[in-house]
């Protein structure tokens, strides 16, 4: 085995999401071999990333200044929200082009295997958004699988006394997946057809 | 239907297995351990994508190995169809059909049928309620492969519930509670798909066992199989899915009190019957066996049914279990098939009316080879 300077590389590559052991030798050995000047950019990449985001305080996603680019932009409608499990579904949703609304990201799915209940999610602070009655309807766009679906039951449970209108995303979309790898057609195309649940 | 080549690598206890095979009956001889068995497994895996015998992939790679490989030719009349399954214990197998990738597991079901008489099978009638559900998804899932996926969505669903239930019970809070709820909503509806799966698959081997038992033991029984549910009177998915939700509300209490989800398809159960009573707690030893037989030949029957040929038969180690009668009664009944791979301990074991090619399975340190 590695040790040094070299196991420690590893180890770090090896606790990166999707990265097994195989994949961490090959990157870290494909380092080695890199340009330094290659390697500092990385370097300064991964730095600035993480001094630089923060998660914006009106709707949690990743974001480089707060409130983010969505949250402050006049020209939408602050009176729709959709509810995404992740930053990145956020993304997947604005290529399409179909909503015009803000968003509010919860951070993860009810799933009681691995001890994510609702206080581990951001729903505290959607209610809170909801508080002074400005917001008309809300979009539940949790991944369509089983933990996405059983969060949006939740969800439609706890907005049903609010007056607000709560709706779901048409059916259609890969059952079983990720929302983020949806294709743009059938996402929007799930945007327009939605149908309320309340 | 017949299998015309298996190339196993690292799969069990083989390295590296090439075998062309025949139509009609073949037969795998060699002494207990030699790898008989992990052989046709193959075989039953890449029709059904689960083994026989053990529930999970990891022990189906070779110890030592990172992944296995099945590649498995099955000719239908003119046409021949190629499916290969690598086996990636923990992350997602890789399949190919005709060297072509497909996503969907339901895709690759179905192209290779088989039919497997086990001992396992053997002990149905005696044994507990897990090995007839067992038994029972071997059918349903090949004659409705969209049902592998309602299985596993059904698994996942009842662990989360249960997680939920665990949690009420550690904290009864009013978030625990609105957490179970959402949960059975969607609990609910999964376990009414599978047991509807289920209950259809029973249907369809009600239909044929009667004929069956008669051919393994020709006596007036009547023998009825039916599905047996915690879940009282429904006739149509959508009766069950809200009779279901019926019964979790009604159970609720003793939920909270066992911890743990007591309403659904893992609960449920085929119920056999001979000439009244339970077969389970009344039928003798002889009966039971002709039970389990007919029982196997019913989804014989079931499978060939649904294609346009019928089924590869895998007898693996039956002919040690049964007597002379029954043998040459169980010969005579399938010889619908195109094929007949037969696995056995003991040359002599199998009946000569067979007339069957045999191929000799021995080990090396641990390896299996065939000549
Ligand atoms: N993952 C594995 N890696 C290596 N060897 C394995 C693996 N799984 C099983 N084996 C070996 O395979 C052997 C069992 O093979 P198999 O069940 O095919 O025997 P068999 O020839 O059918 O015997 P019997 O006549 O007793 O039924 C055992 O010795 C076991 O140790
Ligand atoms: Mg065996
Ligand atoms: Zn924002």
């Excluded at chain 1, 097994?20 to 890199?34: C, E, T, V, Y």
């Excluded at chain 2, 004929?211 to 915690?230: F, G, W």
């Amino acid at each position: 085995m590695y040790d040094g300077a070299m196991a420690e590389l590893i180890e770090q590559l090896g606790r990166l999401p999707g990265i097994g052991p195989k994949s961490a030798q090959r990157i870290a050995f494909h380092i080695l071999d890199a340009d330094p000047d290659d390697v500092a950019r990385l370097v300064d990449a991964v730095r600035e990333a993480k001094a630089r985001i923060t998660f914006c305080s009106v709707c949690g996603r990743a974001t480089e200044t707060d409130p983010c680019r969505i949250c402050g932009d006049p020209r939408r409608d602050q009176t729709i929200i959709c509810v995404v499990e992740e930053s990145r579904d956020v993304i997947a949703i604005e290529r399409t082009r179909e909503f015009r609304g803000v968003y509010h990201v919860l951070g993860g799915a009810i799933s009681p295997i691995d001890g994510i209940g609702p206080n581990d999610l951001r729903i505290a602070e959607l209610m809170r958004r909801l508080a002074d009655n400005t917001v008309g309807e809300v979009i539940i766009a949790t991944d369509p699988n089983l933990e996405g679906e059983a969060t949006a039951t939740y969800l439609s449970r706890m907005l049903a006394d609010l007056g607000v209108t709560v709706s779901r995303l048409a059916s259609g979309l890969p059952v079983g997946g990720d929302l983020e790898f949806a294709d743009e057609v059938t996402l929007g195309r799930a945007f327009a057809g939605r149908r309320s649940v309340t | 239907m017949w299998v015309s080549r298996l190339e196993l690598r690292d799969f069990r206890s083989y390295e590296s297995c090439e075998l062309d095979l025949s139509a009609g009956p073949v037969v795998l001889v060699g002494p207990n351990g030699r790898g008989k068995t992990n052989l046709v497994e193959g075989i039953i895996y890449s029709s059904a994508l689960d083994s026989h015998r053990v529930h999970g992939d990891a022990p189906l790679v070779r110890t030592g190995a990172d992944h296995a490989v099945i590649r498995t030719t099955v000719a239908t009349g003119e046409r021949s169809t190629t499916v290969e399954i690598q086996l990636n214990p923990g992350r997602a197998n890789r399949i190919q059909v005709n060297g072509q990738a497909v996503g969907r597991t339901r895709d690759v079901v179905g192209i290779v049928r088989s039919c497997v008489f086990a001992p396992e099978h053997l002990r149905l009638v005696k044994g507990e309620p897990a090995d007839r559900r067992r038994f029972l998804d071997s059918v349903m899932v090949q004659v409705a492969p969209r049902y592998l996926g309602v299985r596993s969505d059904f698994e996942r669903a009842l662990k989360q519930r249960n997680a939920a239930l665990r949690s009420l019970v550690a904290a009864p809070t009013r978030e625990a509670e609105a957490v179970l709820a959402a949960w059975d909503e969607r609990y609910a509806p999964i376990a009414a798909e599978l047991a509807w799966g289920r209950y259809n698959a029973v249907q369809q081997l009600s239909d044929v066992v009667v004929d069956a038992y008669r051919r393994i033991s020709p006596q007036d029984d009547e023998v009825t199989i039916s599905y047996e549910s915690a879940v009282p009177a429904w006739h149509s998915r959508e009766e069950l899915a809200s009779a279901l939700s019926e019964a979790l509300r009604e159970r609720h209490r003793d939920e909270i009190r066992r911890g743990g989800t007591l309403i659904g398809p893992h609960r449920d159960d085929i119920g056999i019957n001979l000439n009244g009573p339970p077969a389970r707690t009344h039928a003798s030893h002889g009966e039971a066996w002709s039970l389990a037989l007919a029982l196997q030949l019913a989804s014989f029957d079931v499978l060939n049914r649904i294609g346009d040929d019928p089924p590869v038969l895998i007898l693996d180690d039956v002919f040690a279990e049964l007597d002379e009668v029954r043998r040459e009664r169980l010969l005579d009944a399938v010889t619908g098939a195109e094929q007949i791979l037969v696995t056995a301990a003991v040359a002599a074991d199998v009946p000569a009316q067979l007339h069957a090619r045999s191929l000799q399975v021995t080990r090396v340190d641990g390896v299996t080879h065939i000549e």
